[in-house]
């Protein structure tokens, strides 16, 4: 039998991982461009006429406790969203800039009283597969140090996926807490911890509730409803 010459050999075995280079490269983009996108629309502002009185999600009737809201703390939660959101890694998160350009050809009102309609409209303009969007209902900073407080911080929110497929709310979770020292509930030190056992900020709050709400997300294959 025949040997094959070693520079043949290489040659062949060169040319062998170059094509399998490409196949799973070509997997890879294939996967890469499988995923859904979602649309990230900015959070509502749920401040309400009586601020003695709880606030209501009106999409899923969850009561909340109402409270000060700072002057562009929306904003704060709706970056961390979209930084959140696209570290999970499960969707193609639509830009931002794309986002808002949609939004400023509607009129504000309606996309406040019925995001639901509203939103689904502007996400399949926008070709997303899913919209997310979610109500602030309080966010109050804390007043002291990180060692020592007058007042902890205090936050409250929602956040609703939409399958623009058909217009299904397909996930909801909520966050709605003030920051208690652990000698009050022991049975909290796993969140104290995560929060570096410290006095937090309202954005720094805010942003573990996120993590949290964001570990009871379903599985892709449930949310697109193949499972």
Known sequence: ???VPNRRRWGILLIGGLLLGLV???TSAIRAQSKPTIAIFPF???RGEDPAREAVCPLCGGAYRRGPIQAGSGNKLTRLLYEKIGALGTFEV???KKVEGGLSSIPRMEWETRPLSTGLKLAKELE???LLFGYL???EERVGASIGVEKPASVGFDLHLQRVRDGKI???AKFDETQRPLSENLLRLGAFLRRGASWVKAEELASVG???ALRTLPSLEELEGRR
Do not use: Q
């Open 1 to 3: 039998m025949k040997r």
């Open 24 to 26: 799973m490269g070509g």
């Open 44 to 46: 509502l502002v749920e």
């Open 94 to 96: 639509m830009s931002a």
């Open 128 to 130: 997303a597969n899913f």
């Open 137 to 139: 209902y309080r966010f």
């Open 170 to 172: 397909v996930w909801t």
């Open 210 to 212: 996120m993590d949290e």
